[in-house]
Every structure is written in structure tokens, then in C-alpha cells.
């Protein structure tokens, strides 16, 4: 019984609405007027004439029976009460009232609303045991010391049919009233379930949208983690190079004036680079409002297509053969090394991991360059079937008076964090710097909009002078 009515369930209905207070007020407005012309109609008919009370009683005894009916949502187990001790007081002194076709249906609707609005489950199982013991109560006793229930079966031992008539009368009383009670309580504790399952509904929806909303902050925060990222990495990359090299054209320009020529060159190149880079970051960026733009009117391919003709290729691992050389300058430089397993085996790298490091080998390079007085870097790339791996390792020192913004670092995390990757950097023992990331070529999957924490990625660091990157 006590699962049945949800005793433990820690859930209420929510109270009703003004609307439909107002509409309680009306119906029972409605109830009144409907049974007062009842009751006039059966007194027009002769209907009742035995009854002592006088009418005006019989009216106070209507109101009193209806007006409860207000209250069967805002307080559903006192009105349940008022309304069912009226029908046993109306069905014993007041048939007039009881008995109009009107206030069986109030009998029931009290019933009803009790067992579907009741916030107290454990008071209303109490309150439906003592209902029940109560009408069949009053049942037994109409039959046992009053002839209300028998004066109108047949006498004289006539049986018209198989049944004697007191154990037909019995019978049907029992059962019409047993009907009634459990009829109303089926009714009632749909009622609840119903509004439960409503509850539950719009809950879901709720918390839908809001997990809508975050997913929707969190993708802004991780484009723009993302933007900050390329730019950092382009930016700090062509500008690093753009110093170096002017800084060198400057040392040479009056003693090797064709020196400082090429290192201007190379400065203008790298600005160029710059440029087109920065270009194709801000095309990314400009193509995925145009795409969304373009959706609502129903040229979205033609825009996608239209955004990437304005774009140049993402850099990847075919790139860094070209990033190496142009981070030579004088005094310093780099080489790189391509290791595959199986021939063909970079090509199987995805682009995203590709690009990953690209942006990771060159924000290393730039360190070197920023912080180190290193004057020989090797960069070297491992594909085999499951991982891609990438180490820049050079055999410099760290510069005095040097530190960076940090940024780079994180970004360098950031970017393994979201391929499940992992990073070792850190001084070595023979001197010089490493950075070795590796990149599983078949990341778990994981969920569209997870948080990309960078402390999710594995670091090791190779010592405590560990230079900053920025």
C-alpha cells in the first residue's frame, strides 16, 4: 500500500495555479446552482416527502456539502474530509441532498482530488483506511437497525431472482460503495503519477536547456582557447624570427651589407608568412558565421564552399620540413628528420594531429631561439602504426634575462590534452633542452563539448630549471 501511494516518495505536486483556483471557484458555483434546481425539481415531484428538516436546512446542508470543493486542490485532504463525512451525514438524514445526481459527482471529485493533490501521502493512506471503515460501517449499520435499506425489497419471502433479496441488497450496496472508493483512489493516484511524470518532463527539459546553454559557453570559451592558441603560435613564431633576423642585418650591415640584405629578406618573408597565416586564422574564424548565416536562407554549401576557397591549407607535418629552414638564422641551426615505420606511414596522421605538431614544434623552436643560447636544434618526427611523436632537442643553456608569458606551455598542454596525449620536457643531463610529445593515432573517444583541461595531459619534466615558455 504505502508503494502503491508513494508514501516515501519525497516529491509534492506543486500547488495549483491561480487559473485554476479561479476555476474551482466556478465550477463550484456551478455545482450549487445545478443542485439547487435538482432539488427543487424532486420536491416539485413529490420526491422525499418523509423528510422531517425542515428546507432551509436542507439548503445550509447543500452549501455545506459543495463549498469544500474550492479547496480540493489547495487543501485537498481537509476538503476531502468535510465533503466525505457529508456523505455519510446526507445519506442518513439528508437524501434530498445527497442523492442528487450533482453531488454523487462532488462526492467523487473530493475523492479524487484528495488522493491526487494530497502533499502528505502518509496522512492521506490514514485518512483513506478510516473512509473505508467508516462507509462500510455506516452500511452495516443502516442494514442491522434501520429499515432504510430494506423497506423497499419485496415481502412475504418473494425471491424474483436468484438471489434472496437481503443478500442482493447487501450485495450491491457493498459493491457500488467498494466501486465507488476504490474507483476514486485508482482515479486520484493516476491524477498524481500523471502529474508527476509531468514534473519529471519538464525537469528533464530544463535541465536540457541549461546543459544547451553550457555546452554552448563551453564551446565559445574552447574557440577562443583555440584562437588564442594560433595566435600565439603564429604571432610569437614569425615575430621571433623577424627579431633574430633583424637583430642579425643590424650586427652586419656595415661590415657585409649582402648579409643584412638576406636577413631583411628573411624578415620580409617571415612577415609575408605572417600575414597569410594570420589570414587563413581570421577565414576559419569569418567562415563558421557565414555557414551559419547562410543556413537560415539555404545556401549553406554554396557558402562552405565559397569559405573554403578563401582559405589556405592548416600546416601539418608536410609543413615542418619548410618551418625548420626558415627558423635557421645565423648562428643557429636546425635540422629535421622524418621516421616512418612503413613508407607512407605521415600521411595516415590525421590533419588535426598534424597541425598539433606543427604548432608544437614550432612554438619550441621559438623558445629556443627567445630563451637558449643553443646554436644547433633537431627536430624529429616518429610515425608508426599507433603513435605519432615529435622531439626538438637542442644543446644550448638557458639565456639570462629571459622569461616568457607562460602561454606557450599551456597552449603546448592544450593541444595534447585534447588528442590524449603526452608531453616530456625539461633540461637534459648532457646539456641542452628537450620537448618530446606523442600523439596515440586513435584517441579514445570522448564527449562532443568535454572540458579540455589541460592538466589532463601527461608532463614530465626533466629537472627544476625547466625554461618557461611563451
Same mark, same amino acid.
Given at each position: 500500500?504505502?508503494?502503491?501511494?508513494?508514501?516515501?516518495?519525497?516529491?509534492?505536486?506543486?500547488?495549483?495555479?491561480?487559473?485554476?483556483?479561479?476555476?474551482?471557484?466556478?465550477?463550484?458555483?456551478?455545482?450549487?446552482?445545478?443542485?439547487?434546481?435538482?432539488?427543487? %425539481?424532486?420536491?416539485?415531484?413529490?420526491?422525499? =416527502?418523509?423528510?422531517?428538516?425542515?428546507?432551509?436546512?436542507?439548503?445550509?446542508?447543500?452549501?455545506?456539502?459543495?463549498?469544500?470543493?474550492?479547496?480540493?486542490?489547495?487543501?485537498?485532504?481537509?476538503?476531502?474530509?468535510?465533503?466525505? %463525512?457529508?456523505?455519510?451525514?446526507?445519506?442518513?438524514?439528508?437524501?434530498?441532498?445527497?442523492?442528487?445526481?450533482?453531488?454523487?459527482?462532488?462526492?467523487?471529485?473530493?475523492?479524487?482530488?484528495?488522493?491526487?493533490?494530497?502533499?502528505?501521502?502518509?496522512?492521506?493512506?490514514?485518512?483513506?483506511?478510516?473512509?473505508?471503515?467508516?462507509?462500510?460501517?455506516?452500511?452495516?449499520?443502516?442494514?442491522?437497525?434501520?429499515?432504510?435499506?430494506?423497506?423497499?425489497?419485496?415481502?412475504?419471502?418473494?425471491?424474483?431472482?436468484?438471489?434472496?433479496?437481503?443478500?442482493?441488497?447487501?450485495?450491491?450496496?457493498? %459493491?457500488?460503495?467498494?466501486?465507488?472508493?476504490?474507483?476514486?483512489?485508482?482515479?486520484?493516484?493516476?491524477?498524481? !503519477?500523471?502529474?508527476?511524470?509531468?514534473?519529471?518532463?519538464?525537469?528533464?527539459?530544463?535541465?536540457?536547456?541549461?546543459?544547451?546553454?553550457?555546452?554552448?559557453?563551453?564551446?565559445?570559451?574552447?574557440?577562443?582557447?583555440?584562437?588564442?592558441?594560433?595566435?600565439?603560435?603564429?604571432?610569437?613564431?614569425?615575430?621571433?624570427?623577424?627579431?633574430? =633576423?633583424?637583430?642579425?642585418?643590424? !650586427?652586419?650591415?656595415?661590415?657585409?651589407?649582402?648579409?643584412?640584405?638576406?636577413?631583411?629578406?628573411?624578415?620580409?618573408?617571415?612577415?609575408?608568412?605572417?600575414?597569410?597565416?594570420?589570414?587563413?586564422?581570421?577565414?576559419?574564424?569569418?567562415?563558421?558565421?557565414?555557414?551559419?548565416?547562410?543556413?537560415?536562407?539555404?545556401?549553406?554549401?554554396?557558402?562552405?564552399?565559397?569559405?573554403?576557397?578563401?582559405?589556405?591549407?592548416?600546416?601539418?607535418?608536410?609543413?615542418?620540413?619548410?618551418?625548420?629552414?626558415?627558423?635557421?638564422?645565423?648562428?643557429?641551426?636546425?635540422?629535421?628528420? %622524418?621516421?616512418?615505420?612503413?613508407?607512407?606511414?605521415?600521411?595516415?596522421?590525421?590533419?588535426?594531429?598534424?597541425?598539433?605538431?606543427?604548432?608544437?614544434?614550432?612554438?619550441?623552436?621559438?623558445?629556443?631561439?627567445?630563451?637558449?643560447?643553443?646554436?644547433?636544434?633537431?627536430?624529429?618526427?616518429?610515425?608508426?602504426?599507433?603513435?605519432?611523436?615529435?622531439?626538438?632537442?637542442?644543446?644550448?643553456?638557458?639565456?639570462?634575462?629571459?622569461?616568457?608569458?607562460?602561454?606557450?606551455?599551456?597552449?603546448?598542454?592544450?593541444?595534447?590534452?585534447?588528442?590524449?596525449?603526452?608531453?616530456?620536457?625539461?633540461?637534459?643531463?648532457?646539456?641542452?633542452?628537450?620537448?618530446?610529445?606523442?600523439?596515440?593515432?586513435?584517441?579514445?573517444?570522448?564527449?562532443?563539448?568535454?572540458?579540455?583541461?589541460?592538466?589532463?595531459?601527461?608532463?614530465?619534466?626533466?629537472?627544476?630549471?625547466?625554461?618557461?615558455?611563451?
Amino acid at each position: 500500500m504505502g508503494t502503491f501511494f508513494a508514501v516515501d516518495d519525497p516529491w509534492q505536486r506543486p500547488r495549483p495555479t491561480a487559473a485554476q483556483q479561479r476555476r474551482d471557484v466556478w465550477i463550484a458555483a456551478g455545482v450549487l446552482a445545478l443542485t439547487a434546481v435538482g432539488m427543487e %425539481l424532486t420536491r416539485s415531484l413529490g420526491a422525499f =416527502q418523509t423528510i422531517e428538516s425542515p428546507l432551509w436546512m436542507q439548503y445550509v446542508a447543500m452549501v455545506v456539502g459543495v463549498v469544500p470543493l474550492i479547496w480540493r486542490r489547495t487543501r485537498p485532504l481537509a476538503s476531502m474530509v468535510i465533503i466525505q %463525512l457529508h456523505m455519510l451525514a446526507a445519506t442518513a438524514w439528508w437524501p434530498s441532498v445527497g442523492n442528487q445526481f450533482t453531488m454523487l459527482i462532488v462526492y467523487l471529485a473530493s475523492l479524487v482530488g484528495g488522493v491526487g493533490w494530497a502533499r502528505n501521502r502518509r496522512a492521506l493512506v490514514g485518512l483513506l483506511v478510516a473512509l473505508f471503515v467508516l462507509v462500510f460501517g455506516q452500511l452495516a449499520w443502516m442494514y442491522t437497525f434501520t429499515t432504510m435499506m430494506t423497506e423497499y425489497l419485496p415481502k412475504d419471502g418473494d425471491q424474483p431472482g436468484l438471489l434472496p433479496p437481503m443478500v442482493a441488497s447487501v450485495l450491491y450496496g457493498s %459493491l457500488m460503495n467498494l466501486g465507488y472508493i476504490l474507483g476514486g483512489i485508482l482515479w486520484g493516484q493516476l491524477s498524481w !503519477r500523471a502529474a508527476k511524470r509531468m514534473a519529471t518532463v519538464s525537469a528533464q527539459a530544463a535541465t536540457i536547456t541549461e546543459q544547451a546553454v553550457e555546452l554552448r559557453d563551453r564551446a565559445v570559451v574552447d574557440e577562443r582557447l583555440r584562437i588564442a592558441r594560433e595566435l600565439h603560435d603564429v604571432v610569437a613564431h614569425h615575430v621571433s624570427v623577424m627579431g633574430v =633576423q633583424a637583430a642579425a642585418a643590424r !650586427r652586419v650591415l656595415s661590415r657585409d651589407p649582402e648579409a643584412a640584405a638576406q636577413a631583411l629578406g628573411a624578415v620580409e618573408e617571415s612577415s609575408r608568412q605572417a600575414v597569410g597565416e594570420m589570414r587563413s586564422l581570421l577565414g576559419a574564424l569569418r567562415g563558421v558565421e557565414v555557414v551559419r548565416a547562410a543556413q537560415s536562407t539555404g545556401t549553406s554549401q554554396g557558402a562552405l564552399a565559397a569559405t573554403e576557397r578563401g582559405r589556405s591549407p592548416e600546416p601539418g607535418l608536410a609543413q615542418l620540413p619548410e618551418l625548420v629552414a626558415q627558423a635557421a638564422s645565423t648562428g643557429f641551426e636546425p635540422t629535421y628528420e %622524418l621516421v616512418e615505420q612503413t613508407p607512407g606511414a605521415a600521411g595516415q596522421v590525421s590533419a588535426a594531429i598534424g597541425m598539433s605538431i606543427y604548432r608544437i614544434v614550432q612554438e619550441a623552436l621559438s623558445n629556443v631561439r627567445k630563451h637558449s643560447t643553443a646554436r644547433r636544434a633537431v627536430v624529429v618526427v616518429r610515425v608508426d602504426g599507433t603513435h605519432a611523436e615529435a622531439e626538438v632537442v637542442d644543446d644550448g643553456r638557458p639565456r639570462g634575462a629571459t622569461s616568457g608569458s607562460g602561454l606557450g606551455l599551456l597552449g603546448m598542454r592544450e593541444r595534447i590534452a585534447s588528442h590524449q596525449g603526452s608531453v616530456e620536457l625539461g633540461p637534459r643531463l648532457v646539456g641542452g633542452y628537450r620537448v618530446r610529445v606523442r600523439f596515440p593515432l586513435e584517441p579514445a573517444l570522448h564527449a562532443y563539448g568535454a572540458d579540455l583541461d589541460p592538466g589532463s595531459a601527461t608532463l614530465t619534466t626533466g629537472g627544476p630549471d625547466v625554461r618557461r615558455t611563451g
